[in-house]
């Protein structure tokens, strides 16, 4: 490799040295809450960008997903027996299938590295939603004693 070539990846590696001009977007490193309130200022400022078109699908799944939340806080706070409880969390259940199903695509568009890390937080919620039910599970079992 020459030594250009060799320069452009070390300041690309680096991610507190910019890179040289022409190269991609510096992006400084963030850590803990820093990088979880840049990231929510970043979702927030791609929602109101005229560029950013979304399919009528897309407000649909998210009006399903509230639905989701309703049916969940039915399933909680009402006390109609084991099959009107279990019903509602059916539903979401089956909404949320449908949500995720619905934006796999986001797969498709992006590079390999991207796709990675989408599945990885993808797998991260996953086993955060797991550990919440059973935190939710287990508290539920000792107030009701």
């Known amino acids: 490799m020459a030594d250009t070539e060799m320069t452009?990846?070390?300041?690309?590696?680096d991610a507190k040295t910019p890179p040289a001009s022409g190269q991609a977007e510096f992006r400084p490193t963030r850590g803990g809450l820093k990088n979880v309130l840049a990231a929510y200022k970043h979702i927030?400022?791609?929602?109101k960008a005229a560029a950013v078109k979304q399919r009528t699908f897309d407000h649909v799944t998210v009006g399903l997903v509230s639905l989701g939340l309703l049916c969940m806080a039915i399933a909680i706070w009402f006390d109609w027996g084991p099959i009107f409880r279990v019903?509602?969390?059916?539903?979401?259940n089956i909404i949320l299938f449908v949500y995720l199903a619905h934006r796999m695509g986001i797969f498709l568009s992006v590079n390999a590295r991207q796709a990675m890390i989408f599945w990885q937080v993808l797998l991260g919620a996953f086993w955060l939603g797991i550990t919440c039910g059973l935190l939710v599970m287990t508290c539920s079992?000792?107030?009701t004693e």
């Not at 452009?8 to 590696?13: D, K, L, P, R, Y």
């Not at 927030?44 to 929602?47: I, K």
């Not at 019903?87 to 979401?92: A, D, S």
Request: charged share 5%.
């Open 141 to 143: 079992l000792f107030w």
């Open 8 to 13: 452009a990846m070390q300041a690309t590696a």
């Open 44 to 47: 927030r400022g791609a929602t």
């Open 87 to 92: 019903l509602p969390l059916i539903v979401t």
